[in-house]
């Protein structure tokens, strides 16, 4: 099947730093990634959609001046946290969608974001 | 708005059979999916139906009753690694890129 990795798996960072996360397909072209956040025992919570050499599309309440997403190449998104705060600790997952049907989103392991 | 149902938590004995429900309130249907997530991993993918009916894959079957709304998935002979949360997810009808993810069922199975 189809394998995203995600870098790092785990950050610990003081607060008013940013951090990056880097969310690669290794095997498949993505075209379209996107970024979901999960607090403990809920579900993915859609931030963004990030598709190949265009901007990003923000859910709403996400802010993008806040959480900014690239994504250069076919393989790779990065999401950075900017200013980053306590409140936006959590996990931090992106998916990479194939481009065949039934164009399903392939996980990758996420990133455990600590904001101390 | 668009709405996913699940149970919030279930458990079972291993070796049983257990059915997760997802019940779901949507403008358009596109397919739903069902995936797997073990405790700090990412989710894995079980299962997509996009037609009413059946859909077996060895020990895990998904349902889907578009008229209903409705899907459900039935896991069979279960082991303990089977304890996870099950997450039912919906294409947006809006943006069929995008999907809506039900809270999810976390599932214990009990020796």
């Known amino acids: 099947g189809a394998v995203v990795s995600q870098h790092p798996s785990r950050v610990i960072c003081k607060s008013g730093t940013s951090v990056k996360i880097e969310c690669r397909s290794l095997?498949?072209?993505?075209?379209?990634m996107f970024w979901y956040r999960q607090f403990p025992k809920q579900s993915l919570m859609l931030m963004a959609t990030?598709?190949?050499?265009?901007?990003?599309?923000?859910e709403q309440g996400v802010e993008k001046d806040k959480f900014l997403i690239n994504h250069a190449s076919l393989t790779l998104s990065t999401l950075t946290v900017t200013s980053a705060h306590p409140e936006d600790s959590s996990f931090y997952i992106c998916?990479?969608?194939?481009?065949?049907?039934?164009?399903?989103?392939?996980f990758g392991p996420g990133t455990r974001l600590t904001v101390t | 708005g668009q709405n996913i149902d699940q149970p919030t938590e279930m458990t079972a004995t291993e070796g049983a059979i257990v059915q997760i429900n997802c019940t779901y309130q949507?403008?358009?249907?596109?397919?739903l999916f069902w995936y797997q997530q073990h405790a700090g991993e990412a989710p894995t993918f079980l299962s997509y139906?996009?037609?009413?009916g059946l859909e077996e894959k060895g020990r895990f079957s998904s349902f889907l009753s578009r008229s209903k709304g409705y899907s459900y998935l039935l896991l069979k002979e279960l082991q303990m690694k089977d304890s996870a949360s099950y997450l039912c997810?919906?294409?947006?009808?809006?943006?069929?890129?995008?999907?809506?993810f039900g809270t999810g069922t976390r599932l214990q199975v009990f020796p």
């Open positions: 139906n996009v037609l009413d």
């Open positions: 990030s598709n190949e050499g265009s901007k990003a599309t923000y």
């Open positions: 949507t403008s358009g249907f596109n397919g």
């Open positions: 997810a919906v294409r947006d009808p809006d943006n069929t890129d995008k999907l809506i």
């Open positions: 095997d498949f072209q993505a075209t379209t």
């Open positions: 998916s990479g969608q194939t481009s065949r049907g039934p164009y399903e989103q392939y």
